[in-house]
């Protein structure tokens, strides 16, 4: 079993910034891939960032330029950097860690709201 804590999100005016964390309490020598889905009220759940144990990237073309996801290892984290945060941008944000050995987890979700 994997448990994925996430920490961040909040409320932001327009044009701010906030950052998103995401711990994995166990690693896969196997390798993963890391990133963070969003659902926005009455919306499909979209993916946002992901970003590979071997640090390939991936994001939404609504956040290119954006949004900037890193990963540590060594701790099992990862992060997202959001900057110019756009009220479009309000969601609930899902941490997901897709492990080839223990299959994918998500984390409890934290809300991001972005004020016009």
């Known amino acids: 079993q994997v448990q994925l804590v996430e920490s961040g999100g909040g409320l932001v005016q327009a044009g701010g910034s906030l950052t998103l964390s995401c711990a994995a309490s166990?690693?896969?020598?196997?390798?993963?891939?890391m990133g963070w889905y969003r659902q926005a009220p009455g919306a499909q759940r979209e993916l946002v960032a992901s970003?590979?144990?071997?640090?390939?990237?991936n994001y939404a073309d609504s956040v290119k330029g954006r949004f900037t996801i890193s990963r540590e290892i060594a701790k099992d984290t990862a992060a997202l950097q959001m900057n110019s945060l756009q009220p479009e941008d309000t969601g609930v944000y899902y941490c997901y860690a897709h492990f080839s050995r223990y299959g994918v987890y998500w984390g409890q979700g934290t809300q991001v709201t972005v004020s016009s």
């Open positions: 166990r690693s896969d020598p196997g390798g993963s891939t």
């Open positions: 970003i590979t144990t071997i640090g390939n990237t």
